[in-house]
């Protein structure tokens, strides 16, 4: 890769999906960085890699992995890390990140899930090895993703803020925080998304997540799936203006992975994030909101 490593800014960026890439080549974005996902990439050589070379000349590019499955009792993947080495080293991403979750079953097989984990001693255990081999195969700091849940393990005996802080204690690891994935996990299990905010290792963070949901309704009562499929919510918007009131300025991802839209509606929803992030710099309030 000719570039050198850019640093992400501390500006709003945006997830960068196939349908948009001729638009992002054929002129400028008014967009500070981009983040794609890191097994989209892992081929040698190809047109989707020669876009992402053209772009990464232009911005500041993440890498955002969904499948090394970091809470895997079995440990990581061998041929999956050295890959994952493969494509960082080519590609020189400012950030890379992965999730707190499971997505590899115990015969090898991938699962095209995030699966929860029990926030437990013995998983925490688990969870912080495979950070520590990880951040060793990559050379480099990670930043690991606060999940979203459906129910709650009643084998948990640490609340999830607890369990993330622990693993970022234990292993040096960064947070990314998706406020998303926070609001839909309080309505889903019951914990109050502002005392997990004055919880939760926000020193830590270096990047935060903002991305829609969807509601489904049932007998038993309603829930909130993380879909990436709609717009930002009034409510995510006020949740990441009081994550951002609490740790300043840091790089703001929108995500959107399915139901894409034209790129102009997530640029206007990049530029809610931006203005945010401009009120946080300005010294605004926790009620500022988009």
Do not use: K
């Given at each position: 890769?000719?570039?050198p490593t850019?640093?992400?800014p501390?500006?709003?960026g945006?997830?960068?999906?196939q349908?948009?890439i001729?638009?992002?080549?054929?002129?400028?974005?008014?967009v500070?960085?981009?983040?794609?996902?890191s097994e989209?990439?892992l081929?040698?050589?190809?047109?989707?890699n020669?876009?992402?070379?053209a772009l990464?000349?232009?911005?500041?590019?993440?890498?955002?992995?969904?499948?090394l499955?970091?809470?895997?009792?079995d440990?990581?993947?061998?041929?999956?890390?050295?890959?994952?080495?493969?494509?960082?080293d080519?590609?020189?991403?400012?950030?890379?990140?992965?999730h707190i979750?499971w997505?590899?079953a115990?015969?090898?097989t991938?699962?095209?899930?995030?699966?929860?984990?029990?926030?437990t001693?013995?998983?925490?255990?688990?969870?912080?090895?495979?950070?520590?081999?990880?951040?060793?195969?990559?050379?480099?700091?990670?930043?690991?993703?606060?999940?979203?849940?459906?129910?709650?393990f009643?084998?948990?005996?640490?609340?999830?803020?607890?369990f993330?802080?622990?693993a970022v204690?234990?292993?040096g690891?960064?947070l990314?925080l998706d406020v998303n994935?926070?609001?839909?996990?309080?309505?889903?299990t019951?914990?109050?998304?502002?005392?997990?905010l004055?919880?939760?290792?926000?020193?830590?963070?270096?990047e935060?997540?903002?991305?829609?949901h969807?509601?489904?309704?049932?007998?038993?009562?309603?829930?909130?799936?993380?879909?990436?499929?709609?717009?930002?919510?009034d409510?995510v918007?006020?949740?990441?203006a009081?994550?951002l009131?609490?740790?300043?300025?840091?790089?703001?991802?929108?995500?959107r992975?399915?139901?894409i839209?034209p790129?102009a509606?997530?640029?206007?929803?990049v530029?809610?994030?931006q203005?945010?992030?401009?009120?946080?710099?300005?010294?605004g309030?926790?009620t500022?909101?988009a």
């Amino acid at each position: 890769m000719s570039a050198p490593t850019a640093r992400i800014p501390r500006r709003a960026g945006l997830g960068l999906r196939q349908p948009h890439i001729a638009d992002f080549l054929a002129a400028a974005q008014p967009v500070a960085w981009l983040e794609v996902h890191s097994e989209n990439h892992l081929a040698d050589g190809g047109p989707r890699n020669a876009a992402l070379a053209a772009l990464r000349r232009d911005y500041p590019v993440s890498c955002h992995g969904v499948g090394l499955s970091l809470g895997s009792v079995d440990g990581l993947d061998r041929g999956h890390l050295a890959r994952l080495r493969a494509l960082y080293d080519w590609l020189e991403p400012g950030l890379v990140s992965e999730h707190i979750a499971w997505s590899v079953a115990e015969d090898g097989t991938y699962l095209n899930d995030l699966l929860p984990l029990p926030y437990t001693e013995e998983a925490l255990a688990v969870l912080c090895r495979n950070i520590d081999q990880a951040q060793t195969a990559f050379g480099r700091q990670i930043l690991v993703e606060n999940p979203s849940s459906y129910a709650a393990f009643p084998q948990s005996t640490l609340a999830e803020w607890q369990f993330i802080a622990e693993a970022v204690a234990r292993t040096g690891c960064g947070l990314l925080l998706d406020v998303n994935n926070i609001h839909v996990s309080a309505h889903n299990t019951g914990f109050d998304a502002d005392a997990y905010l004055a919880s939760v290792p926000l020193a830590a963070v270096g990047e935060i997540h903002v991305a829609g949901h969807t509601l489904h309704r049932f007998a038993e009562g309603c829930l909130l799936i993380d879909s990436h499929d709609r717009p930002v919510t009034d409510a995510v918007w006020r949740l990441l203006a009081a994550a951002l009131a609490r740790t300043g300025p840091v790089p703001v991802l929108v995500e959107r992975d399915s139901e894409i839209p034209p790129l102009a509606e997530l640029l206007a929803e990049v530029a809610a994030a931006q203005a945010l992030l401009d009120r946080t710099a300005a010294g605004g309030a926790l009620t500022d909101a988009a």
